[in-house]
């Protein structure tokens, strides 16, 4: 049975784990983990996404999933809560660094739009230099 649920302390070696699984050199970042939304299958990790907050605005950090997720409830569920996490701490805008065209599609669809501003330098620096940005107001999205 899939569900989806907020990262909770005693999970954080298994998403920590999870991540290593596609960047083995990982290092977590323990503030970014705390802010992880988890889709489990009975006590395994097979999708995630965590944002680090910045003032006001969050940058999408860590997503993740296994193939064995198929079709986009999940995912659309995943960031939903991800949306209201946010929310809920002060975040009024999410951003992401998008590094493909099929990644671009999936969060067209999750929302988001091309960011046409210029982001700060520290979290400018947070991004792959080859990545398109791309934002979600939410804001506007929970008014």
Do not use: W
């Amino acid at each position: 049975m899939l569900k989806v649920v907020k990262c909770e302390e005693e999970k954080r070696a298994q998403v920590v784990a999870f991540i290593r699984k596609a960047q083995p050199d990982f290092e977590p970042d323990l503030d970014v983990l705390a802010r992880s939304i988890l889709i489990i299958d009975m006590e395994n990790i097979v999708g995630m996404v965590s944002y680090g907050k910045h003032d006001n605005m969050g940058i999408i950090r860590y997503f993740l999933y296994d193939a064995c997720l198929t079709g986009t409830d999940l995912i659309v569920q995943l960031f939903f809560e991800l949306y209201r996490q946010a929310y809920s701490e002060g975040v009024t805008r999410l951003v992401a660094g998008i590094p493909t065209a099929s990644v671009k599609h999936l969060f067209e669809l999750l929302g988001f739009t091309t960011f046409d501003h210029e982001l700060p330098p520290t979290l400018k620096e947070l991004l792959s230099e080859k990545s398109e940005v791309m934002t979600i107001n939410l804001e506007t999205s929970f008014s």
